[in-house]
């Protein structure tokens, strides 16, 4: 596209989804997709850690524990690196183009599940926030949120008789303290964040994350 004709177009809005195992992420994003489809908005899904061809490859390193033998600062850095060619190949691309960008998972998981977690300090994840998103913060980040207890069982319904991932197989300690992460995020960035209740059905939290949609990103784009 030429540079007079995207510089044009309004940005697209950067949408990420947060929370534990089993909250129901992916369903919500794609429920989205479709709303914002009829209402007529172009939108991209994609995930953490992943999203362009190389990004997958190291997301595959991750979950496989390899991540986790090499300690969590590798594994942080790990996902950095995925990070940056995900940002830098799709999702800042498709927002210049006016594109809305959906999700699954983004820093605020680093945060939670490397920071809080595995006790990486915050100047690390700071440095690497630094280098990899650089201002490119999400516009509205939704947190699903529900009991530990509700999650793993959701998640070991999905998973059948598959091996857990390295992070499904962590104990109840960790997705306890993962939770408790997600919740503090939510207090700290209000404006940005909005908590949701995920132990209601599929479509209340679709419509409960319509509402936040509208009220926070059409609603202001129809009165800046
Ligand atoms: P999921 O998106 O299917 O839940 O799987 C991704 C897993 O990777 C999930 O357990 C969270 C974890 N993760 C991290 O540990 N750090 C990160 O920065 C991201 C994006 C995900």
């Not at 129901?24 to 709303?35: E, H």
């Not at 998981?109 to 690497?128: D, I, M």
């Not at 306890?176 to 995920?198: M, N, S, T, Y």
Request: aromatic share 4%; net charge negative; hydrophobic share 40%.
């Amino acid at each position: 596209m030429s540079e007079a004709l995207s510089s044009a177009l309004p940005r697209g809005r950067f949408v990420t989804f947060e929370g534990g195992e089993g909250a129901g992420k992916s369903t919500q994003i794609k429920l989205l997709a479709d709303r914002l489809d009829e209402a007529g908005i172009r939108a991209i899904v994609t995930r953490e850690p992943g999203g362009s061809p190389g990004a997958e490859i190291i997301r595959h390193v991750v979950l496989s524990g390899m991540g986790k033998l090499l300690g969590a600062e590798a594994e942080t850095l790990l996902s950095a690196a995925a990070r940056d060619d995900h940002v830098h190949a799709v999702i800042k691309p498709a927002l210049e183009q006016g594109i809305w960008v959906l999700c699954d998972r983004f820093s605020d998981s680093t945060r939670a599940y490397q920071g809080s977690q595995g006790k990486v300090a915050p100047e690390f994840l700071n440095a690497l926030e630094r280098v990899t998103i650089g201002g490119l913060k999400p516009d509205l980040t939704v947190i699903l949120d529900l009991p530990v207890e509700v999650g793993m069982a959701r998640a070991s319904l999905r998973r059948g008789t598959g091996v857990p991932d390295r992070f499904e197989a962590e104990g109840g300690a960790f997705h306890q303290g993962l939770r408790d992460a997600f919740r503090q995020i939510a207090r700290d960035e209000p404006q940005r964040c909005a908590l949701l209740d995920a132990t209601l059905a599929p479509k209340a939290v679709a419509d409960n994350v319509w509402s936040v949609v509208h009220e926070r990103l059409l609603a202001e784009a129809a009165h800046p």
